[in-house]
């Protein structure tokens, strides 16, 4: 799960990089409609996951969001490349309204997987060194890696592959945790009708420290965003 989150921080932060440099430098005077569709389709595919979280198991539906992403990057670096070039500025937009829905399925998959993976008590003692891999990854991939690689790589959308191998190397290490170690209520049939009653938005929201804790990510991501 450290290594898991470590590539998968080094994917985040040279993604966001990527999209966010491609897209201000041709078309920065669309950043209004960029965020307008890119919170549109975070919440559509925040939504449409976690349906599918009620049919399928867990893993795989993790595995295969994590497949969809990596062919996603490696459409986007070939469109951006090979495509037609008139719509160069329509591939940089989609690319960069991604930047969000890819981030909240990749959190999803990963936290989902160690939720299940270990138990409260376990989680407790390993979750900040789990957290930890994620923000050194970033670290190095924003403050290191891509400063000291300007020379090599002067297009910056050849960035994409780097992603391209970092989200590979993580389909292959979620497979290999799916398959080697045993995940609790990863099948959807082991949560009975109370459990649903039980999560559904109504029921939740209806707990005030909830709702205290929604709001104060609400904030924290709009400061996010704007800074």
């Known amino acids: 799960m450290l290594c898991t989150g470590f590539f998968m921080g080094v994917f985040l932060a040279t993604y966001q990089v990527t999209a966010d440099s491609l897209f ?13 569709v890119a919170g549109a389709l975070g919440i559509i595919t925040t939504a449409v996951f976690s349906a599918f979280q009620n049919w399928l198991k867990f893993t795989s ?45 990749l959190l999803l998959s990963f936290w989902g997987i160690f ?27 924003t403050l290191i890696v891509i400063p000291f690689t300007t020379e090599l790589i002067t297009d910056t959308s050849n960035y994409l592959l780097i992603c391209a191998i970092s989200i590979a190397i993580v389909c292959v290490l979620l497979f290999s945790i799916a398959s080697s170690f045993t995940l609790s209520k990863n099948d959807p049939k082991e949560f009975g009708e109370m459990v649903r009653k039980e999560t559904r938005l109504t029921k939740i929201f209806s ?8 709001v104060v990510l609400l904030v924290s991501m709009v400061m996010f965003v704007f800074s």
């Open 24 to 36: 201000l430098n041709r078309m920065g005077d669309h950043l209004d409609k960029a965020f307008l």
């Open 61 to 105: 539906l993790a595995l295969g969001s994590v497949a969809l992403i990596f062919l996603f990057t490696l459409s986007a670096y070939w469109l951006i490349h090979f495509g037609d070039p008139a719509y160069k500025d329509h591939f940089i937009f989609v690319l960069y309204c991604m930047t969000g829905p890819v981030t909240a399925v």
């Open 115 to 141: 939720g299940r993976l270990f138990n409260f008590r376990q989680s407790k003692r390993i979750i900040g060194w789990i957290d930890t891999g994620q923000l050194i990854a970033a670290i190095i991939a």
């Open 207 to 214: 707990d005030r420290y909830i709702v205290l804790l929604s």
